[in-house]
């Protein structure tokens, strides 16, 4: 009997997953507002593949007006589950500023990092660009800030 919890949920999981890719087929065809009606129930479960697509959506204005702070608290939760594309996303937000008090080279370069440990092909170019900015004492800081998040996003490793 204590199976079918286990078993439930599992279901449940791959359900989702499906879900999440009919909402990128969707977007693919252009069709946003279906797509983010799809998703929005999943990334609220907490679903950080659909928490993602959402902060696109915000992000680009597909299917929504654009909104670049719900864009970045949308990337913030998926980043949080150890989305990697989403860390990519939190980093460029702050390493330009867009949608926050101002720009913050620090964070975005541990972000960067963090989305590179996590599987991130273009995060390696990212943080490339941005450390061309930073001063060593940053490069120090961020550095802290990855090994303040890594046991929490990596705990396996």
Do not use: C
């Not at 960067?112 to 490069?139: F, L, N, R, W």
Request: hydrophobic share 45%.
């Amino acid at each position: 009997m204590r199976f079918i919890p286990v078993l439930a949920l599992a279901l449940s999981f791959l359900a989702h997953a499906g879900d999440v890719e009919d909402a990128k087929n969707m977007m693919e065809r252009g069709e946003y507002a279906a797509a983010f009606v799809q998703l929005y129930p999943m990334a609220q479960t907490g679903n950080a593949d659909a928490e993602e697509l959402i902060g696109s959506m915000y992000a680009l204005g597909l299917g929504v007006e654009r909104d670049d702070i719900r864009a970045f608290e949308w990337y913030l939760r998926a980043s949080m589950r150890g989305h990697a594309g989403a860390q990519s996303g939190i980093g460029w937000y702050y390493e330009v500023g867009r949608g926050l008090t101002g720009i913050d080279l620090v964070r975005g370069y541990a972000w960067y990092t963090i989305s590179a440990i996590g599987g991130d092909p273009d995060a390696a170019i990212s943080q490339e660009e941005i450390v061309k900015k930073m001063s060593p004492a940053q490069i120090e800081q961020s550095q802290k800030l990855v090994k303040d998040y890594r046991a929490h996003l990596f705990p396996f490793e």
